[in-house]
């Protein structure tokens, strides 16, 4: 618990002395001047992770653990569309990385399951429905297309796994699992049909839990929830690609016959575009969205928590997904708490940090019980887990092979202690602004550092020579 530090400023006495939900009601009144409550609130998620996801117990279900009904809301499952993925955002950059090691267990116990399923649909490899439980239940659960038609849950999961490796850089945890990157290769290979244009795309598709508006041969307008290529099934099959190769390549596997396989075909898959309007195309054909506040944003995924879409390096794509968010949020959007998490990540990677904090404090002031769990409704663990990662991610990236520091900080917060959050590439990062002084940012190297990294704070940069296992001070007004 004491390994993250997370100090955003200081609260009055008068308000400190409140309680808890005196002082939310205060935020639901629309104050800005109880940063101690938000520091309550972030570290309150990491102590929620570490009650329901102990080293060799089951991993942390949508109410974590916390659940008093016989009959709980959706049974108190692992639903695979998001949920149980958003989970764990937090455990890796919020320095409680063996707290997502029953996660990967559960990823294991799924593959015999999984790969039948797989078998029955006619597919190699394994995959998930889009929601299962503690027995492993592989199938569709529930008859409606628009969330039951979902079979790329598994690989969602399995997105974790070169996280995992990219924070710690142990390519003896790829080894472990190199058998499950290759199932979950092998069903999105399988998975892949030629388009009318040739180029390769998942046929039946969804987009979870949104559907569309078709003219179907009398003239009719029709609802239907079932396509082919959609955008979020096209991220997610890219990401599954591009880890595999990733993993290949630190294991000195690129000669293996299905790596070569993945080189051949990823020239061909199909690559999501831009509409008219200028928002990422949630389907592949210009369709008009039935829900357009729909609470899932599942077609940005390449962007975050996937890495497919280079923010940085790729302007056209950036401002397309900004503009999908926007959107979204433009139509009543983000209704959810775990929905409102999301988008609170979305901005952070965006590195816009007034949006950020705008949807920040939205949470707690729509979708935060007086205890701050989550409300979806009902209650639902994810949106605090989320919420976690996302002020985390304002306050550190570590994309693109470099830490980017305070990239996503909003002008109320003047005063900034933080110690103890992780990076990629095995790093651990301090950071420390005070209203009128010079920030610092301490870059303390794990063992699997590389000893080189580019540190960027406000758009200028510097590479740091740093021995694994040492540290190195900046003053960023350098």
């Known amino acids: 618990m004491n390994r993250v530090q997370f100090d955003i400023g200081k609260t009055s006495d008068d308000i400190l002395s409140l309680p808890t939900k005196d002082r939310l009601q205060r935020i639901k009144d629309g104050n800005h001047d109880d940063p101690d409550l ?40 692992y639903h695979l569309n998001i949920n149980l993925q958003m989970n764990y955002w937090l455990a890796e950059t919020c320095n409680l990385a063996e707290l997502h090691q029953p996660f990967f267990d559960l990823i294991r116990m799924y593959q015999p399951n999984g790969k039948d399923l797989a078998r029955r649909l006619g597919m190699k490899g394994w995959c998930m429905g889009h929601s299962t439980d503690v027995w492993g239940n592989a199938r569709s659960m529930g008859v409606a297309p628009m969330w039951a038609a979902t079979y790329l849950g598994g690989q969602w999961m399995a997105f974790h796994i070169l996280d995992h490796y990219r924070f710690n850089r142990d390519p003896e945890f790829l080894r472990e699992n190199w058998d499950i990157l290759t199932a979950s290769t092998e069903f999105c290979e399988s998975y892949l049909i030629s388009g009318p244009d040739g180029t390769l795309m998942a046929r039946p598709a969804s987009s ?66 831009v509409a008219d309007d200028g928002r990422l195309m949630e389907w592949r054909l210009p369709f008009e969205e039935v829900h ?8 940005v995924i390449g962007a975050y928590p996937g890495n497919v879409i280079n923010l940085d390096t790729d302007p056209a794509m950036r401002d397309a997904v900004i503009k999908s968010v926007e959107g979204r949020l433009a139509h009543g959007g983000a209704g959810t708490g775990w929905s409102r998490a999301w988008t609170i990540g979305m901005f952070a990677r965006f590195s816009d940090g007034e949006k950020a904090y705008e949807n920040f404090h939205a949470i ?61 590439g095995d790093y651990k990062v301090d950071i420390t602004r005070v209203e009128g002084e010079p920030a610092t940012a301490t870059i303390h190297t794990g063992k699997q550092s590389s000893g080189e990294i580019r540190v960027v704070y406000q758009n200028k940069s510097q590479t740091l020579q740093i021995e694994p296992g040492k540290s190195a001070t900046l003053k960023l007004n350098d």
Not at 244 to 255: N, P, S
Not at 292 to 299: A, C, F, K
């Open 38 to 77: 938000m520091e309550t609130y972030f570290q309150f998620g990491r102590y929620l992770l570490i009650a329901s996801s102990q080293p060799g117990c089951l991993p942390a279900n949508l109410q974590g653990k916390w659940n008093p009904y016989a009959r709980p809301p959706w049974a108190s499952d």
């Open 208 to 273: 979870p839990e949104n559907m569309f508006f078709y003219t179907d041969s009398d003239g009719v307008k029709q609802r239907a929830a079932l396509s082919a290529g959609t955008t979020v099934e096209q991220f997610m099959i890219l990401q599954v690609f591009n880890d595999y190769l990733e993993a290949a390549e630190v294991l000195g596997k690129m000669d293996a016959p299905l790596v070569k396989r993945i080189l051949e075909l990823l020239p061909k898959i199909y690559r999501p575009k």
């Open 292 to 299: 357009r506040g729909h609470r899932h944003i599942s077609h």
């Open 364 to 424: 707690l002031a729509k979708s935060t019980l007086d205890n701050l769990w989550d409300w979806h409704p009902p209650f639902q663990i994810d949106g605090n887990f989320g919420a976690t990662a996302a002020l985390a991610e304002m306050l550190l990236h570590s994309h693109n092979g470099e830490i980017k520091l305070l990239p996503a900080v909003p002008s109320r917060w003047k005063n900034i202690s933080v110690k103890g959050l992780r990076a990629r």
